[in-house]
């Protein structure tokens, strides 16, 4: 199985910046795209940022030049660097692992997700 281990969240005033972590562990044999989703109350889940396993990024127009993705492959582990934060990033933050795992006919990619992480931006 793969366990992701989420952390960073908080309570932050707008205009604060806070880091979110995401490592995966477990049966691992490559890691491809990693992201960053979120929830506000009431709302649907949207996407934040992915960046794939060539580095690429993808980022919502609503976080652009404030959240920047990140990864370190040698520790499986995903980052969100949030800067300039605003009310309306309030939410639950979950990070998304695409995870190839080795099986007997061949490699097989599956999605896990983290428990989430509150993070609260006070105005």
């Known amino acids: 199985q793969v366990q992701l281990v989420e952390s960073g969240g908080g309570v932050v005033q707008a205009g604060g910046s806070l880091r979110l972590s995401c490592a995966a562990s477990?049966?691992?044999?490559?890691?491809?795209?990693m992201g960053w989703y979120r929830q506000a109350p009431g709302k649907q889940r949207e996407l934040v940022a992915t960046?794939?396993?060539?580095?690429?990024?993808n980022y919502a127009d609503s976080v652009k030049g404030r959240f920047t993705i990140s990864r370190d492959n040698a520790k499986n582990t995903v980052y969100l660097q949030m800067s300039s934060l605003k009310p309306e990033d309030t939410a639950v933050y979950y990070c998304?692992?695409?995870?190839?795992?080795?099986?007997?006919?061949?490699?097989?990619?599956?999605?896990?997700w983290g428990q989430g992480t509150q993070v609260t931006v006070s105005s």
């Open positions: 477990g049966s691992i044999f490559s890691i491809n795209a």
């Open positions: 998304n692992v695409q995870v190839g795992r080795r099986l007997s006919s061949g490699v097989g990619l599956y999605d896990y």
């Open positions: 960046i794939t396993s060539g580095g690429s990024t």
